[in-house]
């Protein structure tokens, strides 16, 4: 069963908005990784945040981890038609499983 | 450096063929994995890989095999294919080094079984 549970499951904005995405999960972790995929390709990684971390930002990408209510948020700012993709929250469990679990995806369309 | 590649792209098979989906990397990764992917479901893990000859199985494993028997690939074979394996199968590879490290995916192969 998925790990990580993105809200919304689809978002549409218009260029230029900023797009927020939610992921919350079940059980401790080592670390969350984001990762992007456009239609029809596989999964691109983004960001990854580890659980001593609150805070971590890449170019235009912000994320937050909130151990306590086991919930990450991903920020995307100043929104381009080309950030129109899935994006996908992934928990990379404790305990030495090995097993990176993937939630089921927001959909964002940045319209033009 | 062409990361992980997964041949073929798209393949059509009927009911109890079988079949072997290759992925191959070429960044001496340790830990290689498959993934299915199915509308509204995000990745499900198949198995995965922690090194040559060491293999578990991950979330659905049934009516899938694997086999490791080298680091660079890790092919996964339908034995009796059936439409309930219909979907899109990523492989994706990382190090196994440090526990903080993101996965590397390939483009997907494209599977429909009638």
């Known amino acids: 069963s998925q790990q990580g549970e993105e809200d919304p499951q689809a978002l549409s904005i218009q260029e230029g908005e900023n797009a927020t995405m939610n992921c919350s999960y079940k059980t401790s972790i080592n670390n969350l990784q984001w990762y992007r995929q456009n239609s029809g390709r596989g999964l691109v990684h983004l960001i990854l945040i580890r659980s001593n971390e609150r805070e971590k930002h890449s170019g235009r990408l912000r994320v937050t981890l909130d151990t306590s209510k086991k919930s990450s948020s991903l920020l995307i700012t100043a929104s381009r038609a080309a950030d129109t993709a899935s994006y996908f929250c992934?928990?990379?469990?404790?305990?030495?499983?090995?097993?990176?679990?993937f939630g089921k995806g927001t959909k964002l369309t940045v319209n033009p | 450096n062409a990361g992980v590649t997964q041949t073929p792209k798209f393949q059509v098979l009927k009911t109890g063929q079988s079949m072997t989906l290759q992925c191959a990397q070429d960044?001496?990764?340790?830990?290689m994995s498959w993934y299915r992917q199915d509308p509204g479901m995000g990745l499900r893990l198949i198995h995965y890989?922690?090194?040559?000859?060491?293999?578990d199985q991950g979330e659905v494993p049934n009516g899938y095999n694997v086999s490791r028997s080298t680091t660079e690939d890790f092919p996964l074979r339908l034995l009796s294919a059936a439409p309930s394996q219909t979907s899109v199968y990523f492989c994706?590879?990382?190090?196994?080094?440090?526990?903080?490290?993101?996965?590397?995916f390939g483009d997907g192969t494209r599977l429909s079984i009638l």
């Open positions: 960044m001496n990764h340790e830990y």
């Open positions: 890989s922690v090194g040559a000859g060491i293999t």
């Open positions: 992934a928990t990379d469990a404790k305990g030495g499983s090995e097993k990176l679990v």
């Open positions: 994706a590879s990382r190090p196994l080094q440090g526990k903080h490290q993101p996965q590397h």
